[in-house]
């Protein structure tokens, strides 16, 4: 099992960080929450920090527990980690993704997002309705 962690990270205006994938990874093309694989030892909030300050240049505080995805591409089990983030500091550079949005929730629909960020994206509108 591979274990993996995304940010849901919100900004001032209450918009969350999306990005896509780029051609040649895995998922390619399909929007995700940022983050990465959890190395040995390390936490899901460490991580988050790391992967995100290499992936993208930014600064995030990860503060809340969000939820956990058991998800299986074929013969691959990945666990996926999310808690929520702040957005501290930075200018988004891009390194493993080629593109990224500041969405509000009722718009992550309109995106196509990896199959073990769905469950998130689920989450997040029924937390946007009163229904969490």
Known sequence: MLEVAAAIISNEQNQLLIARRKKGKSQEGLW???GGKIEQGESA???????LLEEMQIE????????VNDHYYGATHIRL?????TYVSGEIILVDH???RWAHREE???YSFAPADIKFVEMLEKEMNGMA
């Open 81 to 85: 980690v999310a808690y929520k983030a």
């Open 45 to 51: 909030q460490s991580c988050l920090r790391r992967e």
């Open 98 to 100: 080629d593109d990224y």
């Open 32 to 34: 995700e929450f940022p």
């Open 108 to 110: 992550l629909k309109g």
């Open 60 to 67: 995030i505080l990860p503060q809340e527990w969000f939820g």
